[in-house]
């Protein structure tokens, strides 16, 4: 029995909803997230991790967040449908395609993560496959799919803020959020995340979401900037991740040990 898809309901409640960066792809660590309340862990495939056409790997992960009663968020490598049905197959709800620059894009990816999408047949397509029970398809299997499947994307460089009024337009589009650090490299600013360059596109993101009420996501690593980022309207927050706090609180230890 698979769990709801806990980001979808509340940012469609327009309720926030927060998660943990799972840098070390551990299923121990996932399962441990469901002791301390938190509502998604998030696994990077684009930099880090194993492959996300590694079926397996990912079935395992799935359900260990199934246990933990969390929803898993996968940010895949690319917009290729063939990767996202595989993704979606293998049965991950909540997916982020980054370097989104296009409408076109956006709708391509959506596309095929729906069996009908727009009115017209999506290009989702069937399989024998853990997310409809190793081919039984039980039924209601498609329209379950595609009210439940999410898709949130990356805006990154100087194009896709450039586009951004156009991508925000889509309704079916899940959320959004900014990769500060390729859109400070984009806009020939590389870590300069205070310049002006950088804060006005971040600006011009936030205002076009705003406007076309689609949710928006950030990572942080502190209490401080979780707060902030909620003030400002972020509804989706990576509250840490496992190795960073993993080595924070490590090195706190052994320093007041060490006195």
């Not at 930099?47 to 199934?66: C, I, N, R, T, W």
């Not at 063939?82 to 956006?106: C, N």
């Amino acid at each position: 029995m698979r769990t709801k898809n806990i980001v979808r309901s509340k940012l469609e409640c327009d309720e926030p909803v927060f998660g943990v960066r799972i840098r070390s792809f551990s299923t121990t660590l996932l399962q441990v997230l469901g002791q301390v309340d938190v509502e998604y862990g998030y696994l990077d495939l684009e930099h880090a991790g194993f492959s996300p056409y590694d079926s397996v790997k990912l079935e395992h992960m799935q359900m260990a967040a199934d246990k933990a009663g969390i929803t898993l968020i996968v940010r895949i490598p690319g917009s290729e449908p063939s990767m996202i049905r595989k993704v979606l197959d293998a049965g991950i709800r909540t997916i982020i395609i980054p370097r989104i620059e296009t409408a076109d894009e956006v709708k391509r990816s959506i596309r095929a993560s729906c069996f009908s999408y727009d009115g017209k047949p999506g290009t989702r397509g069937f399989g024998t496959a853990p997310t409809n029970d190793w081919g039984v398809r039980p039924e209601g299997y498609t329209a379950d799919e595609d009210t439940s499947v999410f898709v949130g994307i990356m805006i990154e460089t100087a194009e896709a803020v450039k586009n951004i009024r156009e991508i925000t337009s889509i309704p079916e589009l899940g959320f959004v959020k900014i990769g500060t650090g390729d859109l400070s490299v984009s806009l020939g600013a590389p870590q300069e995340y205070t310049s002006s360059e950088v804060q006005e596109a971040i600006s011009s993101v936030e205002k076009a979401c705003q406007s076309s009420d689609i949710p928006m996501g950030r990572g942080v690593s502190g209490i401080t900037e979780a707060k902030k980022a909620l003030g400002e309207g972020y509804k989706l927050i990576d509250i840490g991740g496992d190795v960073e706090i993993f080595r924070s609180t490590l090195k706190q230890r052994v320093e007041e040990i060490d006195v």
